[in-house]
T-cell receptor, first 111, second 113 residues
């Protein structure tokens, strides 16, 4: 079993839809949870990070962490064609530890 | 504010050769981490440099080595290249050793033939 798993997609949604992206993980020691967006031929760009469990909202993006289920989610409201990218979840045990990335989910938002 | 820059953008090498990749960190950042991203996979941690010292290493053999310079720029060196080393190599900088906010460059695409 891989440490961090994501459905690779591709996920295709119409413009304006609510998108739900998810990751599961096996290491209960993870405490820092991040979401990165990666456009084609570019490096990942940090969208959000959360510490421990709970929700965090930033504009159209909401991150949720459920440590009891070892499950994290990223919700995108009012999705736009510019949101078309690969979304990577990432996590670490402490702030100083190496970051473990999921394989990414490819998202296409159709106009 | 200058972002993370990497060079070269693309590189083609032959199996057995050696390669050096370069990274300039974002202005004010003193920590650089290197990642390998195979096609269709997430980035894998190679190692981190903080104040010119290696400060953590992933599951990569010793033929992957690095340096960090006083201006916080960094190099990744790979010796005895193998076909499986073909990947996108990403450099990320951060302020301090904390890894929760990484700023990535656009990467170097390495092809080993």
């Amino acid at each position: 079993q891989k440490e961090v798993e994501q459905d690779p997609g591709p996920l295709s949604v119409p413009e304006g839809a609510i998108v739900s992206l998810n990751c599961t993980y096996s290491n209960s020691a993870f405490q820092y949870f991040m979401w990165y967006r990666q456009y084609s031929r570019k490096g990942p760009e940090l969208l959000m990070y959360t510490y421990s469990s709970g929700n965090k909202e930033d504009g159209r993006f909401t991150a949720q962490v459920d440590k009891s289920s070892k499950y994290i989610s990223l919700f995108i409201r009012d999705s736009q064609p510019s949101d078309s990218a690969t979304y990577l979840c990432a996590m670490s045990e402490t702030s100083y530890d190496k970051v473990i990335f999921g394989p990414g989910t490819s998202l296409s938002v159709i106009p | 504010e200058t972002g993370v820059t990497q060079s070269p953008t693309h590189l083609i090498k032959t199996r057995g050769q050696q390669v050096t990749l370069r990274c300039s960190s974002q202005s004010g950042h003193n920590t650089v981490s290197w990642y390998q991203q195979a096609l269709g996979q997430g980035p894998q941690f190679i190692f981190q440099y903080y104040r010119e010292e290696e400060n953590g290493r992933g599951n990569f053999p010793p033929r992957f080595s690095g340096l960090q310079f006083p201006n916080y720029s960094s190099e990744l060196n790979v010796n005895a290249l193998e076909l499986d080393d073909s990947a996108l190599y990403l450099c990320a900088s951060s302020l301090g050793r904390g890894q929760e906010k990484l700023f990535f460059g656009s990467g170097t695409q390495l092809s080993v033939l």
